[in-house]
């Protein structure tokens, strides 16, 4: 019996209509576009706008977007996995809201939480549920309303993090191509430099954790920039020796969108030309769980059946990893 892989064949995304520039955010904390351009990379970032308009809104649209593309009836739909760090409630799952809200009513679905490493998390865990021969049609998401748990006082955050969602789907082939291998790791002692205090059981919303604003997201920058080089670095270069890769076999490294200075000094360290590293943090910011499906929805067109690409994220946990990716169809 041939072996069965998990092919992306298919992979769309969806952004909001309003664009916060950084002449705008100017006008809320003390800084400039030149301030944030040097330091992130990024000169605008999308927001989500409206009463009621959770992580699900960006999430069902993207979602839709796939099923046309790729022709899917939605109710052949067999697992979906949102993986997003700002659910619309504690519970029900976002996912739970999509499988409804895009008409997926056979879809078993649930969110997974690993911040800026969930969308990786979230496609190994799928790619399994393929390789087992259990399901057929698996939609994986990454999806964060950003702009829901940040402070728009605190200029070191306010700037970076963007709202969006980007999903792809998996499907078997036996064809030596799509998820081939990959490397996850996390660190519970990195908690205390980046995490959102308040709003779980340990910290339930109360009257003061509201007056001291730990319903925000906080990171120390300095160690988070540390470990997010080291981490995504190592791991993507672990991923290619053990798969025999050298810099120049890489069509793409996919890197999370944290800053463009991580992203900088994490394709040098391993060798890999900058015309070879995916990036949109310039338009998008920081999405979070959406930085990874929304580059490879940019750069979908650039994308040639056989490509190698080596997928790394870092994010809150600490949680990282790294994914050999071997992309599946032609541009259409």
């Known amino acids: ?36 351009v040097s330091r992130t990379g990024i000169k605008e970032r999308r927001i989500l706008k409206g009463e009621g308009q959770g992580t699900s809104v960006m999430a069902i649209e993207a979602v839709k977007g796939l099923l046309q593309k790729t022709e899917t009836d939605p109710l052949d739909v067999d697992l979906v996995i949102c993986a997003t760090v700002t ?7 976002t996912a739970n809201l999509v499988a409804a809200g895009a008409g997926m009513d056979n879809a078993f679905n649930f969110d997974l ?14 790619a399994m549920y393929i390789q087992s021969g259990m399901y057929k049609k698996v939609i994986v998401i990454g999806a964060d309303k950003m702009s829901s748990i940040v402070d728009y006082t605190d200029r070191t955050t306010c700037i970076i993090f963007g709202d969006g969602a980007g999903a792809v789907m998996l499907e078997p082939t036996s064809e030596e191509v799509g998820v081939i291998d990959s490397i996850h790791k996390s660190d519970g002692k990195g908690a205390e430099f980046l995490n959102m205090k308040a ?3 340990k910290y339930p919303t109360s009257e003061a954790t509201i007056q001291k604003r730990e319903h925000f997201a906080y990171q120390d920058g300095k160690t ?21 890769l050298t810099s120049d076999d890489i069509a793409y490294l996919v890197p999370h969108q944290a800053n463009k200075r991580i992203v900088d000094a ?3 360290r391993m060798g890999v030309d900058d015309s070879k590293v995916m990036m949109n943090i310039e338009r998008y910011g920081n999405t979070t769980s959406g930085t990874i499906p929304l580059l490879l929805w940019d750069y979908e067109k650039q994308l040639k059946k056989g490509d190698n690409l080596v997928i ?10 790294a994914i050999y990716l071997k992309w599946a169809y032609n541009p259409k």
């Open 266 to 268: 994490t394709s040098r």
């Open 87 to 93: 659910p619309d409630h504690v519970f029900p799952a």
């Open 1 to 36: 019996m041939s072996k069965i892989n998990a092919a992306i064949t298919g992979v769309h995304g969806y952004v909001p209509d309003y664009v916060l520039t950084n002449d705008e955010l100017a006008t809320l904390v003390d800084t400039n576009d030149e301030w944030i």
């Open 113 to 126: 939480g690993a911040a800026c490493s969930g969308f990786i998390y979230a496609l190994t865990t799928g």
């Open 224 to 244: 988070v920039f540390k470990f997010a080089v080291t981490n995504m670095a190592d791991y993507a270069e672990k991923i290619m020796k053990r798969n025999k």
């Open 312 to 321: 790394a994220a870092f994010g809150g946990g600490f949680t990282w990893g």
């Open 199 to 201: 709003g779980g059981s």
